[in-house]
């Protein structure tokens, strides 16, 4: 239900996107910052009901963590320092995906 909650708000900021001076409003900065944060929630719900590995467990939270920080950069962007936050999202999001290519890496393959 989260995920779906999550989509529905990604929707809803899409098409409210094209309409004029929404950008700029502060309504913006919470429908843009909500999916991912309720994502992030849906995700390790998803995770806790799924009992995986410990690894598996540990990039969940990495993911979620990344989600999370990414969806406090958009709810604060006037905030200082607060890039800090989009930076450390990026980082973790790059580390989740060099663990999954690095997951289904075979010897041939180049990371």
């Known amino acids: ?7 529905a708000f990604a ?19 919470v429908i843009s910052g909500a999916p991912l944060a309720i994502i992030a929630v849906a ?6 009901i799924k009992h995986p590995s410990l ?4 990039k969940a939270i990495l993911l979620a963590c990344a989600f999370l920080l990414w969806a406090a950069y958009q709810l604060s962007p006037r905030f ?3 890039a800090v936050f989009n930076d ?9 995906m060099v663990l999954v290519i690095g997951g289904e890496a075979t010897d041939s393959d180049c990371l």
């Open 1 to 7: 239900m989260l995920a779906v909650l999550a989509l």
């Open 11 to 29: 929707a809803v900021l899409v098409v409210l996107d094209f309409s004029t001076g929404f950008l700029e409003s502060p309504a913006h900065q």
């Open 43 to 48: 995700y390790l719900v998803h995770q806790a």
């Open 55 to 58: 690894l598996e467990t540990l």
């Open 80 to 82: 200082p320092h607060i």
């Open 88 to 96: 450390l999202a990026i980082g973790l999001f790059v580390v989740d």
